[in-house]
């Protein structure tokens, strides 16, 4: 055989769904010519729980615990949207205080979830230090969830209605502090990602996604964010969110690394949010309890960190719920995933995956 | 939430129309409705949810979308593995195992769904199911807390109908119910139930009967059992007389319950309101002796309510020496013929009963100065309500316990010979018995004894009915229906003395008997209310400590001048404080 | 990189951020969701914890007076400790210890 029948062979070689580069199993099989991808035909379905069909047996109130637990990482944004259209529902209406404190919690998992993803994204392009430096001031954030919660990751405190724990002086003090000092962290580690020539040799120019297919291909959150559409749905104003004046961070070079600025920049945005809020958060009480069982439908998009969670909720006036619809952000990522990997190398498909920020668990349900 | 409904024929139309507005596809949602399929597609136009709904069959095969909008094929091919679809020309087919499961039955989501339900989540309360007559404790103890006291007079007729009543003389087992009742601190049920029926201007409801079905039913004897008989069945469109002894309606509630516990114009006002609600005609000081008598008369079937009258013996030498007095007829003197019977300074009551408290209490009030009750078993075992004790003992009448009487020598003033008991071994079922301790004799000299150790059942014989060994009518356990066709029995008569819940819970059971004989449907059953959302209290430090609102009574001083009502009940704000300390064990949060 | 570089070399010669577990137990915050005890002089078997568990890891017996609960399908989410109206279930802020094979606790109201 000669040289030029040996690279135009066609091979096919599954990605996954084990990969000490990938966070959570997904099968991506490749279909190469030479070095160069030709064709990606994604296979989903591996950790599948039937986490629908159990809220259709459970009791409603039961199924806040159980929709927590869908993901660990952006746990408390499912509770949010589960307990909103409930709310919605049954026309209850939370306190202000509650939705204060909602939204602060909402952010500080949208932080502890891109400081991970930051640090295994660069931990797939090689720049283990980096990684070890990020997950350790992510610590900061999972201290500050255990002593308002009790625990690191779940916080089980949203509930239908409100919330069911309060936040007295002390410990805004110090959230504020805490968050002080992550802020100075982050400044420092910062530059290193943004203007690492390493980095942006890697990074710059891979996996793009042109302006005007983006929301065609039904794609969502910092992968749009990163080709200059600013689609947020924090702009919908639930929570406190309307009251906090805020604006999607959008960067348009349309790559891998803008995708990364992206998030960068959520961080600090997401800091100055909840350092906001605590100054904003008024008095009074935290939980309204609802009066009637839910009977009728409602639908509520709320923004993950990986992008927008919708739920479709469906009661028929019993204590057990007709269909709980979720459609998870990933979900919708994956036939962008599809089209923005074909054309690069092998040794691209780590940094381009890791860049939509695949969440797994959640997509499967 | 826009929401346009299409089928199949147009929908492509209309995804167009979708596709040159921009809209984004967001997901396809599949609901099973029984017979055929919801499928809707949703998409965002703007900021607004657009839903696209069409119906379709299970099995039917369904158009894909992916030609207009490719990225929905993931949503497809899930709607495919759950729902068993087949949708024709997708793009990326993964042929119904996207979703690697070992079976497809364990994650199907076409109803019914099946898989391991929490338990159940609703149950009666341990207060209701104390409650001889299952009467709806959680909700009226809700509906007081809500401010509607009227809601909760109502929710007790359901299952009983003297409200008022019950709620000076109930012993209250649904107190002992309490799960507060573990640190002492049980909800006082019966005060609420009592504000319930005192809040109302009148005590007459504006309710209706149901159709008249033309059938009659007698009632003989107009005590609590034959008054609940009487309204229910009276409510369920049957034509009810009642034949009372007495010249009053009422049986032991209006002779033996003194005037203290019970005014008379309430118990007269309730039992009154009931039969004009329920149709009922009073026939007073009228005996029945023969049941053949009534049928011929043209009545259908015959409740028999007689209660216990007769007094119970001591069985010892010198019982019939003048002023030995037997409880039944001492209370019957005061309370049915207003006499005041002279019983001298020292007054001496054998029992331990609520008789034996009733009668010392009045003894007390006729103005003797020394009133001992003697029972020959010890505190705990006396079968009186420890309220009651406790009241006689602060009116200052003394309790000498595990004494009994062995002879009484007649005379001015009467001579009783007691001897003491001990707490001798436990029997089969674990209560002890009491053996008197040889040698122990001792003599009390006293103006009058009174006998109360109980009442026994004497049912005329010409009524034909069976009876057992202590003279109580043998019935069928479940329908209460005795060994003659067309006579039910209950309460007193076939119980033996009980209290007057009991006889209440007698009278439902027979009522709803007699109208399943008289081709009627019967009573309702106690449920559960699954409609109502009731939420737990939330566990403050203040709901945990809150301690029982003091329930008010007369002072000491002026209780034994007169028989005014001892106990002064609560007032609107007393009550809804303490109709809120209920954990609402009825429903889980 | 000479950012990071200088980074790595400060943290060559500075002590781990880590704490040595186990022979340096970290400092437990109040308030931790930890293991659960059932305090059986209390409990009055009202089956309220049974009721309110998501995993169904409570299994109550009111006529055996015999509580059965199992640590493994404990979620320690301690919703039971809050729905406990008797104050009968204690929360503890450390977690419980690995075991060798699944057990199943079982607490008994002592019988008079």
Redesign the interface.
């Known amino acids: 055989m000669n040289e030029s029948t040996v690279v135009n062979v066609n091979t096919v070689i599954p990605f996954g769904p084990q990969h000490p580069v990938l966070p959570e199993p997904v099968q991506l099989r490749f279909k190469f010519e030479g070095e160069r991808i030709v064709d990606v035909i994604p296979n989903i379905g591996y950790v599948h729980r039937a986490v629908e069909r159990a809220c259709e047996l459970n009791d409603y109130k039961r199924n806040v615990t159980l929709c927590e637990r869908i993901c660990g990482i952006c746990n408390f944004m499912h509770a949010m949207a589960y307990c909103e259209s409930i709310e919605m529902i049954t026309d209850t209406e939370v306190p202000e205080r509650a939705k204060y404190l909602r939204t602060i919690w909402s952010e500080l998992g949208r932080l502890q979830s891109h400081l991970l993803w930051l640090g295994l994204f660069v931990d797939s392009i090689g720049f283990e230090s980096l990684f070890m430096h990020l997950w350790r001031d992510r610590e900061i954030v999972l201290r500050l969830n255990e002593k308002t919660a009790g625990h690191r990751i779940h916080l089980s405190t949203c509930a239908i209605g409100g919330v069911k724990k309060d936040m007295d002086e002390k410990l805004i003090a110090e959230y504020r502090s805490s968050l002080a000092e992550l802020k100075k962290r982050i400044d420092n580690l910062a530059p290193v990602f943004v203007k690492d020539k390493g980095v942006q040799a890697r990074l710059v120019g891979k996996g793009v996604l042109p302006k005007n297919k983006a929301s065609l291909f039904g794609a969502v959150g910092p992968t749009v964010r990163g080709s200059g559409i600013p689609q947020d749905m924090r702009t919908l104003g639930y929570g406190a969110y309307s009251y906090l004046d805020f604006k999607p961070v959008v960067y348009d070079m349309e790559d891998a690394y803008s995708r990364m600025l992206v998030r960068i920049g959520e961080i600090y945005q997401s800091i100055d949010l909840i350092n906001r809020a605590l100054n904003q958060m008024p008095n009074g009480p935290i939980l309204q309890k609802n009066a009637v069982f839910p009977r009728g439908t409602a639908i509520t998009r709320v923004e993950q960190p990986r992008g927008e969670l919708f739920y479709y909720v469906a009661g028929n006036g019993t204590n057990k719920l007709e269909r709980c619809r979720i459609r998870t952000p990933t979900l919708a990522n994956i036939p962008a995933l599809v089209t923005i990997l074909i054309g690069h190398e092998v040794a691209d498909i780590p940094p381009i995956l890791l860049s939509i920020d695949p969440c797994v668990a959640c997509t499967e349900r | 939430m826009q929401e346009i409904l299409t089928d199949k024929a147009n929908m492509f139309t209309e995804l167009d129309k979708l596709r040159n507005e921009n809209a984004r596809f967001l997901t396809i949602t599949v609901l099973d409705l029984g017979a055929q399929l919801d499928v809707i597609y949703h998409f965002e136009r703007g900021r607004d949810v657009i839903n696209l709904k069409i119906k379709t069959g299970k099995e039917e095969p369904l158009p894909s979308i992916t030609g207009v909008y490719s990225a929905a094929f993931i949503a497809e091919n899930e709607a495919q593995d759950l729902f068993k679809l087949k949708i024709s020309d997708l793009n990326v087919d993964y042929g119904g195992r996207m979703l690697k499961v070992e079976s497809a039955s364990a994650t199907t989501l076409l109803k019914p769904v099946v898989g391991e339900c929490p338990p159940i989540m609703r149950f009666f309360g341990r207060c209701r199911e104390k409650c001889p007559a299952m009467v709806n404790v959680p909700k009226y103890v809700r509906q007081i807390a809500l401010g509607d006291p009227e809601g909760a007079y109502n929710t007790v007729i359901e299952q009983a109908p003297l409200p008022a009543i019950l709620g000076r003389v109930c012993f209250a087992p649904c107190e002992e119910g309490c799960r507060q009742d573990k640190n002492d601190k049980p909800l006082q049920n019966r005060l609420l139930k009592r504000y319930a029926a005192d809040a109302l201007s009148s005590l007459k409801r504006d309710v209706k009967r149901m159709e008249p079905t033309g059938k009659k039913v007698a009632v003989v004897g107009g005590g609590p059992s034959g008054i609940t008989a009487a309204f229910y069945l009276g409510m369920l469109g049957h034509s009810v007389t009642v034949y009372e002894k007495m010249e009053r309606g009422g049986g032991a509630m209006f002779a033996f319950i003194p005037k203290y516990r019970l005014p008379r114009d309430i118990l007269e006002a309730e039992v009154m309101a009931r039969f004009e609600e329920a149709g009922v005609k009073l026939e007073t000081g009228v005996e029945i002796t023969s049941l053949d008598m009534l049928f011929k008369k043209g009545f259908d079937a015959i409740y028999v309510g007689t209660g216990a009258w007769k007094g119970v013996r001591l069985m010892i030498e010198g019982e019939d020496s003048p002023c030995v007095l037997d409880c039944v007829d001492f209370l019957f003197a005061v309370n049915v013929h207003n006499e005041r019977p002279k019983l001298g300074d020292r007054v001496a009551v054998i029992g331990g009963g609520n008789g034996a408290v009733d009668a010392a209490r009045m003894a007390k009030r006729l103005g003797s100065k020394d009133v001992t009750i003697f029972y020959r078993r010890s505190r705990e075992e006396m079968p009186a309500t420890p309220e009651q004790v406790q009241a006689a003992m602060e009116e200052g009448v003394s309790l000498w316990f595990l004494r009994s009487p062995v002879k009484i020598i007649p005379g001015k003033p009467l001579k009783v010979i007691f001897q003491n008991m001990r707490m001798g071994e436990p029997d089969e079922s674990g209560r002890h018995r009491f053996v008197p301790i040889e040698g122990s004799e001792f003599v009390v000299e006293v103006d009058t004894l009174i006998k109360a150790i109980g009442q026994a059942v004497e049912v005329p014989k010409d009524f034909g009915l069976r009876v057992d060994k202590a003279g109580r009518i043998v019935v069928n356990e479940e329908t209460y229906e005795t060994n003659v066709q067309g006579v039910w029995a209950g309460g007193d008569a076939m119980t033996g003395p009980t209290s007057v819940i009991d006889c209440i819970k007698d009278g439902r059971i027979a009522a709803s008997a007699i109208d399943k004989y008289l081709s009627g449907r019967g009573l309702p059953q106690p449920s559960i209310d699954l409609g109502e959302l009731v939420c737990k209290p939330s566990k403050s430090p203040e709901i945990l400590e809150r301690t029982p609102v003091p329930a008010r009574v007369l002072p000491i001083a002026e209780r034994i001048e007169s028989f005014n009502e001892v106990e002064l009940g609560f007032n609107k704000e007393e009550a809804t404080k303490e109709a809120n300390r209920c954990w609402r064990c009825d429903w889980n949060e | ?1 000479p ?2 570089l200088s ?2 070399l400060k ?1 060559l010669v500075s002590r781990p ?1 880590t704490v040595r577990y186990p022979y340096v137990k970290p400092e437990a ?1 109040a ?3 930890g293991k659960i005890t059932f305090d059986m002089k ?1 409990c ?1 078997l ?3 914890c ?3 568990c ?1 995993s ?1 890891a409570i299994k109550v017996f009111p006529n055996e007076k015999r509580i059965e609960y199992s640590p493994f399908r404990c ?5 039971c400790v ?2 406990c ?3 009968a279930i204690i929360p503890d802020v450390v977690v419980r210890a690995p075991e060798f094979e699944k057990v199943i606790d079982i607490f008994e109201i002592e019988r008079r």
């Open positions: 990189m950012k990071m980074k790595v943290s951020a915050v308030g931790t969701r209390k009055d009202c089956q309220d049974e009721r309110v998501p169904l979620l320690y989410c301690h919703l809050e729905s109206m008797q104050m």
